[in-house]
T-cell receptor, first 113, second 108 residues
Framework: DTGVSQDPRHKITKRGQNVTFRCDPI?????LYWYRQTLGQGPEFLTY????????KSRLLSDRFSAERPKGSFSTLEIQRTEQGDSAMYLC???????????FGQGTRLTVV | GIQVEQSPPDLILQEGANSTLRCNFS?????LQWFHQNPWGQLINLFY???GTKQNGRLSATTVATERYSLLYISSSQTTDSGVYFC??????????FGTGTSLTVIP
């Protein structure tokens, strides 16, 4: 296992289109996190999963955003009706359990034109 | 929510110099990690250090949880050390709170 994997690495989309990102965590890691990072800022929390259960969502996660983790393995983050303000780096992380070391993927850079 | 402040915001060093990066946080934490963000945006783990001192090659870190700060030491800096360094903490709950980072530039 080579770490947290995210796909695609880059996505350019037109405003109003839907996009979906995928994250494959480190195997056996129960916790999976999504973060968003804009230029010059630190990453901001979006949501996290414990196995397949989505246990916490940030107020940043508007109703245009939805995340799933079927069967507690990979996760998807979908953004509907994209807006220019959605342009950012979307980062996924996983950890074995609460208060254990978390590892981040390479991120998906979204550009909405 | 918890406040995480990093200093300095920007740092320029000559290759071979040493540096100390600081992270202050406003509440007690259960988890603290230091990351290096490479030019492609990936966060590389440096240390998982909720308390105590750790060393890894030219890098070392110390967290004094009771005084709510952590320090990252970089010795004999190299150009490949350039990038943004983030401190991230988990207080109670389950999400990381990141600082705004220290942007390090090492010049040859």
């Amino acid at each position: 296992d080579t770490g947290v994997s995210q796909d695609p690495r880059h996505k350019i989309t037109k405003r109003g289109q839907n996009v979906t990102f995928r994250c494959d965590p480190i195997s056996e890691h129960n916790r999976l996190y999504w973060y968003r990072q804009t230029l010059g800022q630190g990453p901001e929390f979006l949501t996290y999963f414990q196995n397949e259960a989505q246990l916490e969502k940030s107020r940043l996660l508007s109703d245009r955003f939805s995340a799933e983790r079927p069967k507690g393995s990979f996760s998807t983050l979908e953004i509907q009706r994209t807006e220019q303000g959605d342009s950012a780096m979307y980062l996924c992380a996983s950890s074995l359990a609460e208060n254990t070391e978390a590892f981040f993927g390479q991120g998906t850079r979204l550009t909405v034109v | 929510g918890i406040q995480v402040e990093q200093s300095p915001p920007d740092l320029i060093l000559q290759e071979g110099a040493n540096s100390t990066l600081r992270c202050n946080f406003s509440d007690s934490v259960n988890n603290l990690q230091w990351f290096h963000q490479n030019p492609w945006g990936q966060l590389i783990n440096l240390f998982y250090i909720p308390s105590g001192t750790k060393q890894n090659g030219r890098l070392s870190a110390t967290t004094v949880a009771t005084e709510r700060y952590s320090l990252l030491y970089i010795s004999s800096s190299q150009t490949t050390d350039s990038g943004v360094y983030f401190c991230a903490v988990i207080p109670t709950g389950n999400q990381f709170y990141f600082g705004t980072g220290t942007s390090l530039t090492v010049i040859p």
